[in-house]
């Protein structure tokens, strides 16, 4: 089980953009530019609240068995049933606490991760041409929980870590800022939300398995 490091305010994914945008700043400072200076601490600002550790969710996580929590902060903007796989769409705003957890306890198996553009994640050519990761986490009973990760336009790159190992409920896999998260559920799960509902990674719940009905 991935042990948290609960006196890391700002995730480490973080710290070339912050140092980055804080070195341009000073750098603009120094020449004169101090219009621009600011705006250069504003982005820096910007980045470190992005880029912030919530230290208070993951002290007693959830971890239910047969049960698929949210992955990530967000609002459910859509629930499709395409060739009787379930999809939940999960709109992730930059405001929201960008941590990628496992949904579930199991494998965790990154199938592509590639960067990208920053086009609309709603768009239809944002599904080949921007930012995107398609993970899957393979359960005990052999089933298989999908997600796909598509960048929206104020996304940075999607960083992933403990990629092939076993990863219990709310673990942190990874740092995802903004776009769109859709996860496919196994056909024996039963969705738990609806459309406009607001998520918290790790607590939410998503799908609950529809246990058989015994004669």
Request: proline residues 2%; hydrophobic residues 40%.
């Amino acid at each position: 089980m991935q042990q948290y490091n609960y006196t890391q305010y700002i995730l480490k994914e973080g710290y070339t953009n912050i140092l980055t945008a804080f070195g341009i700043s000073i750098l603009l400072l120094i020449i004169g530019f101090s219009f621009f200076a600011k705006i250069g601490f504003l982005v820096t600002l910007t980045l470190l609240w992005i880029y912030r550790n919530d230290l208070s969710k993951v002290h007693n996580p959830q971890n239910l068995e047969n049960t698929i929590y949210s992955p990530i902060d967000g609002v459910i903007s859509g629930v499709d049933f395409i060739d009787g796989v379930k999809k939940v769409y999960i709109d992730v705003g930059l405001c929201e606490n960008h941590i990628l957890r496992a949904p579930i306890n199991g494998i965790f198996e990154v199938h592509s991760l590639k960067n990208g553009l920053n086009l609309s994640s709603w768009t239809f050519k944002s599904k080949s041409l921007n930012n995107q990761a398609v993970i899957t986490f393979d359960d005990k009973n052999g089933e298989t929980t999908k997600m796909t990760a598509i960048g929206g336009i104020c996304a940075t790159k999607i960083s992933l870590d403990n990629i092939g190992n076993e990863v219990n409920t709310s673990d942190k896999i990874g740092v995802f800022t903004q776009g769109t998260v859709i996860l496919d559920l196994p056909k024996t799960y039963e969705l738990k939300v609806k459309i406009g509902e607001k998520l918290n990674s790790g607590v939410s719940v998503i799908a609950g398995k529809v246990e058989p009905v015994s004669e």
